[in-house]
Structure formats: structure tokens, C-alpha cells
């Protein structure tokens, strides 16, 4: 365990006993409740978790470092612009994985390529945003957050 998590864990500690003097009965509810949300997305993340696993031990870390590390170039951010577009995976899940892609050695930028449109361009969800706002405004704002996405990437690359 590193300090970083010790010292999560006691400023944990220290919040819930606040709560726990505050107000017991819904610190217990908000437990409670806390709890099931998580057994709810346990599955959800088990199997991408277990997807991740099964993707990273079929794709040797030298193939993902060719098409996806810091010497892939464009081709390792056009391949992150593909499979964040098209992706429908949330958050809580993408972030862990992109943890996981960087150890495997993706290149930072390709990591913020990935994750930028993953977050805000989505191709599969695209029917669904023109009912709400219209095929102009979703097509323009999918448009716009995959330059928006493009630029991250590149300030990533000067960065870091």
C-alpha cells in the first residue's frame, strides 16, 4: 500500500466519523445505498476488466507500443479517434482502462485522444442526440469535440 492511499483511507476514516456524529442514520442509509450501486456496477466492470485482460494478452505490448506509442504518430491517434468514437464505455470503466494502456506503454497523448472522444464524440449515440437537438447541432458538436480531441491530444504531446 502506498502513502497516497494510506492517507486516502484516513481521510476517509476521518469523514465518515464526521458523518457518523452528524447524522448516523443517514450516514448508515448512504452506506447502504452506496453499497448496492456498487454490487449493481460490479458486473458491469468485472467483464470489461476481464474483456481488457483477455484484449491485452491476445495483443502482444509490442504490437499496442507499434500502433499506439509514442512513435506511432497520427496512426496510434486515428486508431484511438476509431475506438473512442465508436465505444460505449463508461467512465468509471474507461479510466481504469486507459491506467491499464499506459502501463502497457500507449503513448500519454493517444491515452487523451482515446479518452477525449470516448467522452464526448459518439458515433453509436449519434440517432439518439439528433432526436433531442437536431442532425445539424449533433453532427456539428461531434465534429467539434473531435478537434477539440485532436487539440488535447497535441497539448498532451508537447506536455508530457
Do not use: H
Not at 484516513?10 to 458523518?19: A, E, N, V, Y
Not at 447502504?32 to 491485452?56: A, Q
Not at 506511432?72 to 476509431?82: D, K, S, T
Amino acid at each position: 500500500m502506498t502513502w497516497n492511499e494510506i492517507i486516502l483511507f484516513i481521510i476517509t476514516g476521518f469523514c465518515m466519523l464526521i458523518s457518523i456524529i452528524a447524522d448516523r442514520q443517514k450516514t448508515w442509509k448512504g452506506l447502504k445505498k452506496g453499497l448496492t450501486m456498487f454490487l449493481n456496477l460490479l458486473p458491469i466492470l468485472l467483464l470489461m476488466l476481464g474483456l481488457v485482460s483477455i484484449f491485452l494478452f491476445l495483443i502482444p505490448n509490442e504490437t499496442l507500443i507499434r500502433y499506439m506509442g509514442k512513435d506511432a504518430g497520427i496512426e496510434g491517434w486515428l486508431i484511438a479517434v476509431f475506438f473512442g468514437s465508436l465505444a460505449l464505455i463508461l467512465g468509471f470503466i474507461a479510466f481504469p482502462l486507459c491506467g491499464i494502456l499506459i502501463k502497457s506503454g500507449v503513448a500519454y497523448s493517444t491515452i487523451a485522444v482515446f479518452i477525449t472522444t470516448l467522452m464526448m464524440v459518439g458515433i453509436i449515440t449519434l440517432p439518439v442526440k439528433a432526436k433531442y437537438f437536431g442532425w445539424k447541432i449533433s453532427i456539428v458538436r461531434n465534429a467539434l469535440s473531435l478537434v477539440a480531441a485532436l487539440f488535447i491530444g497535441f497539448l498532451m504531446m508537447l506536455f508530457l
